[in-house]
């Protein structure tokens, strides 16, 4: 730790947040709205491009659903624990630096920074398209979006709502995706529980290139299609759900398979914070992907940028197997990359009279990608969980992949990794194919399972 | 037969035990088949249930007509110690086509050698002579014994745009809107219902309360939006039901299939069965106006798969015999949907059924009878029914109470249209017969023209409650509201017959495993009083198991 960031921290620490939003307002913006050159530290790189679509590190096949370290050579530039954390306070969201103190065996290594995302030219072009289209906005205060297509909807985000329709609508899992995980928690006592194996298949017709904005507006812009599977556990095996998202703003509509009756049937509106039942009681149902729900009980306040450590070019986090990963007490620290990058600070407050168990969110969300972190608060003002989505690009598709994340619970001590795909060795395809209308459909869902 | 059958049960049984033995050591697997083409799985649950009796025997309901049943478990004795295994097998080639099998077995320590009889009776009021159960109630209660479930085929075809979906075995397949039985809804009858694994595995779930029937079905997928359904069923199969002489029956002998005597004198012969040929045609549509709910009409001609008159008396030139009659050829017409309104997921059905079977009574001979029409022995009093049912599910957010909630509700409506055939054997007012069910009816156990129940399954859960430990508190309440169904097994609760269960269960995980265990506390009953006249009570419904307050433990498991 050397004196300029030492005296940086203080000075970001006496002025609160607001400090470090301070961004030149003509600053060059990429398509996406991030900042493109670095910053005066020479810390965070100015963007160059990404990873070009040709990476190819040793040992990558192409379509073999695994992608190799391309930084495995990088060395962690220093390593924060709770005795040096205060150091780096201004960098790290409270869901770290708490958990830095609780446990002496967790630390943060850190990364030099590499802004590795890149786009495809027709996500881009699309982008600009957004950004200079003035019907591409917000609807039903935010409840949904029309006219934005294929891209970031909001470079210049104006509020908090808008910067968050930029993480629902990140290309981070592509236009499609097969992928295979396994849902853990470790309990408070280190006991390590597999709640689910999920065979997931996901679609956004928002990333379909070859259907017009107003194609996908007819159809009401069904921008989000998750079919899960489960082959696991053996309780479970056969079970699935189905969920479609639109952009119109309806309610999201999901339904469930019964073993043994075989149908079909619309589940119940389970949202805002009912726990997801394989999550150990940690993950909320509106905390899917840092958030998976709908805005209308939070006020959202767009804070500004700042400069933040957060997990990044975590492929090897990615390839980690469970035995290696699960800690008694929290994820094993050693597989993680961190880094420092540029993330936008939007705060959402409980509305007066809404009901929620979080009262406060703070969401950390990378400048290139739609991944990154969040810390949550309760009615009392405590700490109640740290939420991490690491971003890890698929690089020869140029998808700035957000697509796992884990959660500390620190009332319960309980944390939870929402998909593991190391195990199974299934791997995880994007872009792959493209399923047909009907596989999104109560019937096509039931031909997916026999039981 | 006797050999053959426990021949039949001893392969059964031994295949669920392989299954279960041999999943062991590598636990519950998918199969590494070397493809990524190629899926198989087995897994295996286990389940450990007992049950006791925390009641008194209720001096009214004890008779000869049930005091074998009332005397299996007296206050604080063992009704059951039973073992479970249920194993499943699946085969999966790149969704395209696939195989399943899946077996029980079970095993119930407790069970009595001997009928227990109260020998202060007189012995020719015995259901059952010499004490001995029946080959039935042996083999299904008590075991070792195992048996096949389903056994099918399946194969996702794709025609043009358009996909169809064909399954070909013994499977069980009951796509309607109920949630918590299925007596109103379209599917009554698709398949016929394990009556016993509900009473003696609490715990079990729908893939092994149904029993799986031979049969085609198809479900072709022309457009998103449209579906085209199809069932041919290739055998009868029947619904199984609590057997007399146990603690799970009131009676020893009425509605109990297996009891050699349904009463002093009266023996059970052969049940007169359906035949196979069951048909059903749906259409299912999902317009994209209705924004993700569904509607679908289906039609069906089927045979009853519940004993529609199970206490017929025929009497043979003089004597008498006892049959349970399966109706034939019921046609329906029915209408669902499936949809959202705000939090809530709504399912809702109307059907039609004609030539149903009502509520028989009465004997009847092998004389001619003025005013009745067709063979009586198949028949009985038949009608045109209306059917309704609505179901509901809502998830409860984390609140002072609990952390997480699950209500379940589902109300079950029927109503008599008109009787058709054989008036004089409906037991209700709207027979005609002079005297029957003038008044009481619900007491006296007659069918009336409107029926309505309601049933609500509540749980609240404490997620976390402990380290790895979730605790949750299922709670189930039915009521008859309105009436006593006029069709035989219309799923609808009689008027004030009601029945509760209370449970605490608790959830530990670990690895791949969850532990369930769960105390349940069960209490019912029903209308019960003196009929004009009469000296002693009369029970409708439950009442008749209003002195079988029960605790039940389970403990299950999966791997």
Redesign the interface.
Known sequence: MNVRNLKAAALVAALGLAASVAVAADEERLPWGAIKAGNKEGTIPAYTGGLPDTTSPPGFKKDSGFWPDPFADDKPLYKITGANVDQYADKLSEGTKALLKRFPTYSVSVYPTRRSVAYPDWVIENMKKNAANPNCKMIKDGLGVEGCFGGTPFPNPKNGKEAIWNMLLAYNKGYSSWTYGDGW?V???G?????AQVNNRFQSEYYNPNITAEQFYA??GFYYGQSNVY?????S??EGNLL?KYLDG??D?QWSY??????V???????????VATS??VMLYDEIYLFGGQMDRFDWKLVGMQEMIIPYNAWRWTDTPSKEMLMDQHPNPDVMRWELHRVWVVEATLKEGA?H?RHKRRYYIDEDSGGGVMDGWDAAGKLSVAIYSPINPIYDKKIARSASSWYYDFN?G?YYHSSLGADRK?GEYYNFDKV???F?????F???T?? | MEESQSVRRGAGAALAVALAVGSAPTLAFTIDSGSSDVTMSLDTTVRYNAIQRLERREKGLYSAANDESQRFADKGDLALSRLDIFSEFDLNVRNLVGARISAAAWYDTNFPNKVNRDKSLPAAQANFPGGRWPDQTERYYEGPSGEFMDVFGWANINIGSTTLNVKAGRFVWLPGEFLISNGSSFTYGMAPNDGLKTSLSPGASAKETGLPIGQLGLIWQLTPELTLMGQYVAEFRASRLDEGGTFFSAADGGNALHAPFLAAGVPRRDAREGDRGDVGVGIKWMPDMLKGDAVSFWYRKFDDKNPSWANQVFINGGVPEAHAVYAKDIELYGLTYNGGWGAWSIGAEVNYRKNMPLASTGQYSNLPIPGMSRDLSLYGARGNTWHALLSAVSTLNHNMLFDSGSLVMQLDYMRLDKVTDNKALFNGDMSDVAGRCENNEVLRGCGTRDALSAAVNFTPTWQQALPSVDISMPMLFMYGLKGNPAAANAGVLPKESWQFRIGARLEYLSGAYKHQFELTYGTRDGKKGKLPGAAVNSYSGLANFRDRDYINFTYSTAF
């Open positions: 928690y309990d408070s006592k006991n390590k529980a597999m709640t159809d009401g082959s696991g556990p053996a309780r095996v056969g479609k309806r309610p509509r019964s073993p043994g009756q075989r149908r049937r619309q589940s119940p509106d389970t949202a805002y914070d009912f726990p150990g009681g009901r168990v319960t309980v299934k047909d209308a009907s999104y459909t109560p019937e096509g039931a031909r997916r026999a039981r």
